[in-house]
Structure formats: C-alpha cells, structure tokens
C-alpha cells in the first residue's frame, strides 16, 4: 500500500454521463454534473441507440427509424445539457448506436474519460435487488473508475461529499480505490472512514486480527495526504456487504468508493463482485464509486 505515497492528486478532465433517458439516469445526472463542476471538468453526455430499436425493423423503414431515434437522442440530451451550460459547465453531447457497453467503452476511450456515471433500477422480486446488465458490465469491464447511483439512494448532490467510506480488502485495485477516497476527501474536505471487514475469526485470533487488519488500513492512508479531518479506521467481523452498508447508513456517509474484480466476475456466482459489490451498490443509500484492476483509477 505504500506505493501510494508517490502518487498525485486524483484530476478529473472529463466526464462521461451515460444515459438511457430513464428515471435512473435521471437521478445519476446531478451527480456527474457535480463532479465535473468541482474538478472543472469537460462534461460529456452521451446515449447509445440500441440495436433492439430496430432490429425487427423491415429493410426500408430501417433507416427512417434510425433517422427519429437519433433525432430524438439529440434533441433530448441537449435538453439534458442546456441548464448546465447555462450555469458555465463545458458540455458536449455524443450518440452512438449498437452494442450499449461496447459503444459507451469506445466513448470512454475517445473521450479519455476519467469518470463514467451511470445510473441503474432494481428488479426482481420485493426486497430483491439485481442490477441491469448494461451497468454490470460497464462496472466490471471500464477503463474508468466508474460512479453508480443505485436505486436506493437518498443522499443529494447538491449537499456536497461531506462522508466517505472506503471499503478496503488490500487488493490492487482496492489501492487504486484508496487513492481516489483519499483524494476526494481532499478536495471536498470530508471525513474519511476506511473499513475492512473479516467475514469470519475465531475467538481466540480475533484480537490480534484485529490489530494487524486496523495497521494495514492506515498504512492505506498516504503519509503526505492534505486531508482537513484525521481518517478514520474500522475494522468489523461479518457479513462483508452487510457490515460496509451498515456503517455507510451509521455515517450517514455520501459516497462509498471501493475496488471491485474486473472482467469475468459476473460470469462467476461466487465472485467478490456478485456476493459484495453487487449488494452494496444495490442496496447503498449513496452513490458508490468503483474502481477495477481493468482501469488505471481515472487521471493520474
């Protein structure tokens, strides 16, 4: 974790806010606003039509319905756009159109985007929260750090970062992870929290655990970070989704940041993803800020 120490302050140039002009998106737009306006970064919004818009489409109305799609997408996003560049947010627009991941992936690589935020639903059953696919993948396989706005967030972009929690389980990419908190933290000068959760210690071990795993989160913590409050360390026993998510809730915390596994976690039931992650930001009061060991952690 020391190699933290030699890194600069995180920089944000340009943001890419997804959309699909759902309810979901609309809830992420404030926040991706926010963060580009903080950092003073190009905003870019982006939609992708996608291939099911025509794809029963007989051959001559093919293109026509393009033609209004694309029409439609423009016409919305600067919509979307227009009270942000009122305000003296630099905004372009792009539209796509094919595969939704693998078309909003090119943009985030023509646009060098340090940040994409996404918005996403629940669905399934009462009290069962899935993520769409679309999110799942540009979570799992970006470039970027990416910020999710889950379905159950309360929190407000407009009140700031006032409470960060980062979750913590001393891989790589949860390095990468700690140094956005840490760097976020600066720049909003908000009370950090790092927690790293033992899913299970016997009686007898739990105490000297609990001692080595609290040193190994503040070595996490950069020696020459500008923080205005001191970060603060948890170390907790359980469930690790259940344990992050109730101390985000205790805080009151406005963003959680943690590492995720990159590509092939979906494709494994059992994955750090799909038992941890998934929850968290399906269940999280707060957006949540991920970063993957397939992306370099956005500007640095």
């Known amino acids: 974790m020391q190699k933290m120490l030699s890194r600069s302050q995180l920089v944000l140039k340009n943001v890419l806010f997804a959309t699909d002009f759902g309810a ?3 809830r992420a737009l ?15 919004a982006a939609h992708v039509i ?4 025509y794809a029963y489409a007989s ?7 393009f033609n209004e799609a694309r029409d439609f997408a ?4 600067n919509q979307t756009v227009a009270p942000l560049q009122q305000r003296g947010l630099p905004c372009d627009i792009a539209i796509s159109d094919g595969e939704i991941t693998e078309q909003i992936q090119d943009l985030v690589d023509q646009y060098k985007a340090d940040l994409l935020v996404v918005g996403t639903s629940s669905r399934g059953g009462v009290g069962k929260f899935l993520l769409g696919s679309v999110a799942e993948e540009l979570i799992r396989d970006s470039r970027c750090a990416v910020l999710t706005v889950g379905p159950q967030v309360v929190t407000l972009a407009s009140e700031g970062i006032h409470q960060i929690v980062c979750a913590t389980d001393f891989s790589a990419w949860a390095e990468r992870a700690a140094e ?9 000068d908000a009370h950090l929290t790092f927690i790293h959760v033992v899913e299970h210690a016997s009686k007898d071990f739990r105490n000297f655990s609990l001692q080595v795993l609290e040193k190994r989160t503040r070595d996490a913590i950069p020696a020459e970070a500008e923080l205005l409050h001191q970060p603060q360390t948890l170390v907790e026993i359980g469930n690790v989704a259940a344990r992050i998510l109730r101390v985000t809730s205790d805080l009151a915390a406005d963003l959680i940041v943690m590492g995720v596994r990159g590509t ?4 494994q039931t059992a994955s750090r993803f799909g038992s ?3 929850r968290v930001i399906s269940e999280a009061r707060c957006p949540v800020l991920t970063v993957t060991d397939a992306n370099h952690a956005g500007g640095y």
Do not use: N
């Not at 051959?59 to 319905?65: A, D, F, R, W």
């Not at 423009?74 to 996003?77: A, P």
């Not at 956005?180 to 909003?188: D, G, K, L, R, T």
């Open 24 to 26: 979901a998106a609309s």
């Open 30 to 44: 404030p926040f991706a606003a926010a963060l580009a306006g903080r950092y003073g970064a190009q905003f870019h």
């Open 50 to 53: 996608p291939q099911d818009a």
């Open 59 to 65: 051959p001559e109305s093919v293109e026509q319905i």
């Open 74 to 77: 423009k016409y919305t996003l």
């Open 180 to 188: 956005m908190a840490v760097s976020i933290a600066s720049q909003y």
């Open 264 to 267: 092939g976690a979906f494709a």
């Open 276 to 278: 941890t992650a998934h």
